[in-house]
């Protein structure tokens, strides 16, 4: 694995893990499905490894928090991918601009520190799993093999100009179909996305080593305390939140 550095200790330390942080919405590009939002705050951390997410609410609404990845983290603000449904979801896809949410974290592992780094990886998404992916390309460059970014309809293209998609009703191509023609032995996989494709990858590469995938949760507390986000593995239950949210294939015996 690749040796932790200050920045990756920085990016696990985010003070009180209760402490909620007022941000604006100062940035959004949106498709009819998804939208790219940034939010600004003073607190906000900017120190964030790929992969790891943050707990987001609006106002005082009564349901949990909900996670998202972090896409871009820097002086002052977070970016965000996500798709227009759900409560906290579609406030920040339509709600006006200066809006305020409240944030905590970050939370879960950089992705990093949970690979080996003597290889490249090919990174495949599909839908908003592509947030980490494009933040885990822009951090660690010299890790990235190829990238394989799938979404269903073409939409999504207005919310991510200038980053190459596979747009399935346009070519009938998914982002695991593309993964044939640029993964070769010695490469790992990173992949972040619907748990379909995620099962279709881990069978296709049954027995391959370095093949990681990021899974997705309710997150309660973020902390691990409130074990909601428990998964199975072949060492006994973890917690996504703590734990992951990379796993190797190797150990979800029940993705395949």
Known sequence: MEKETNA????????SPFSWIEA???????????ARVTLEGRGLPDVVGAGQFILARYGEDPCLPRAFSVMFAGDGTLDLFVKSEGRVREKLSTCPIGT?????????????????????????AGGSGIAPMLFFAEQHPTLVAAGAYGFRTRD???ALPGVPLIIEEVTGERAIDR???LWK?????LACGPEPMLRA????????????VSLEARVGCGIGTCLGCRVATSAGPKRICVDGPLFSAEELTWLT
């Open 100 to 124: 305020t949410f409240s944030v905590r974290g970050p939370y879960g592992t950089p992705y990093v520190r949970r690979i080996a780094a003597d290889r490249p990886y090919v990174l495949v």
């Open 24 to 34: 604006r919405l100062v940035e959004r590009t949106r498709s009819a499905r998804y």
């Open 8 to 15: 990756d200790r920085a990016a696990t330390q985010s003070g």
């Open 201 to 212: 990858l881990a069978s296709a590469h049954r027995g391959e080593p370095h093949i990681y």
């Open 156 to 158: 999504a293209c207005d």
């Open 179 to 181: 993964v044939d023609s």
């Open 185 to 189: 032995r010695g490469l790992g996989i």
